[in-house]
């Protein structure tokens, strides 16, 4: 965004510039071809120059005015100004003319008149446009900024609450787990999976929603939770997690995978006796793709929603993050079970750096 002090700057870069231009051409095409002599030309150079570019910041007050005004009547107050101050600087540059060959007081003729005024007009119109073509630019520049800034705000706080949605099913189980723990005196195994749920919520709190981590540190924090489900479900529970090597640095979304390893335990371990969760991250072009898959009953496709809430978080999440470049697919194994596929953009630590 091109701030207040910037456009000031920006005005007053473009008014110098355009004036030395000014000077430089009116020398050029104007004074050098004519048969004045350098000692007469140069100063009214100068001082034609000098009241120009004072005439335009005198507009420039008088526009900010206008503004303000309703269209018909900003317009003709813009017209009369530009008039006059056409008509003052034809009579400065005549009389300044006339005083530097030292006759003060010499009428203009109408060709003169007609001429010089023509030519003021012209310069001071083709000024007025330049400057409200900048202004008009960069005032929208600035709404299309204010407006993408808005949407990224709002973008980053749909975000942080999606990411923050801790399932309560989960805090309640694990709790109630370490509490049945606690009183068969299976003291080791409640201070482990005690120790498990600080290092998880810990990083569920503490680290940033809109930061992307690689796989190994997803698979990592993923353990941690599959560690403390081990806990309560002991044998009933198998969750095996592969990636392949070249997939180690790639980049996705922080805790992306915990709900949908949540919702298939959630919903496949309850009506069988165990249950299998694998978990695959692989590498094909510039895609990472991911697949959840278990050993449960498998989604209801028929049904309108198919989805959790922590599966359409994600689902949101990868919208969020990866505008029409992820998918999302859900679908059953030929032998039974649910799947997730994932597959977003391939972005590892060393594209980023």
């Known amino acids: 965004m091109i701030k207040i002090d910037s456009k000031r700057q920006l005005f007053w870069l473009c008014q110098y510039c355009g004036w030395l231009a000014y000077a430089l051409l009116t020398e050029l095409m104007i004074k050098m071809p004519g048969q004045e002599p350098w000692v007469i030309h140069l100063p009214h150079l100068v001082?034609?120059?000098?009241?120009?570019?004072?005439?335009?910041?005198?507009?420039?007050?008088?526009?900010?005015?206008?503004?303000?005004?309703?269209?018909?009547?900003?317009?003709?107050?813009?017209?009369?100004s530009l008039l006059a101050a056409a008509l003052l600087w034809t009579q400065f540059k005549w009389h300044s003319l006339q005083w530097i060959y030292g006759t003060l007081w010499q009428p203009m003729t109408w060709f003169d008149f007609g001429t010089w005024t023509s030519a003021s007009m012209t310069m001071l119109a083709t000024w007025t446009a330049g400057y409200y073509g900048i202004k008009v630019y960069l005032d929208n520049a600035e709404q299309r900024h204010q407006a993408a800034e808005a949407l990224h705000l709002a973008k980053e706080s749909q975000l942080k609450m999606l990411r923050y949605q801790l399932n309560p099913h989960f805090m309640f189980n694990s709790i109630n787990a370490i509490c049945t723990l606690i009183l068969k005196q299976h003291n080791a195994n409640a201070v482990a999976m005690l120790e498990k749920l600080c290092d998880f919520l810990r990083y569920s709190l503490y680290t940033d929603p809109l930061e992307k981590i690689t796989v190994q540190d997803e698979i990592a924090i993923l353990q941690t939770y599959v560690d403390i489900e081990q806990c309560r479900f002991q044998s009933k529970l198998n969750v095996f997690i592969s990636a392949d090597k070249a997939c180690s640095t790639a980049l996705i979304p922080s805790l992306l995978l915990q709900p949908l390893v949540e919702n298939a335990l959630k919903h496949g371990i309850g009506q069988k006796s165990s249950i299998v969760i694998a978990v695959n991250f692989s590498c094909k072009g510039n895609r990472l793709h991911i697949c959840v898959s278990d050993t449960g009953s498998?989604?209801?496709?028929?049904?309108?929603?198919?989805?959790?809430?922590g599966m359409k978080n994600c689902q949101d999440r990868l919208q969020l993050i990866y505008p029409g470049s992820s998918q999302f697919t859900v679908s059953n194994n030929d032998n039974g079970g649910a799947r997730i596929s994932i597959a977003i953009p391939l972005e590892t630590t060393e594209s980023t750096r």
């Not at 498998?298 to 809430?309: S, W």
Request: aromatic fraction near 14%; include cysteine; glycine fraction near 8%.
């Open 47 to 80: 001082l034609d120059t000098c009241c120009g570019f004072f005439i335009t910041l005198w507009l420039r007050k008088l526009y900010a005015g206008f503004s303000r005004k309703p269209a018909a009547v900003s317009i003709s107050l813009h017209i009369l």
């Open 298 to 309: 498998g989604f209801d496709l028929q049904a309108k929603a198919a989805t959790g809430v």
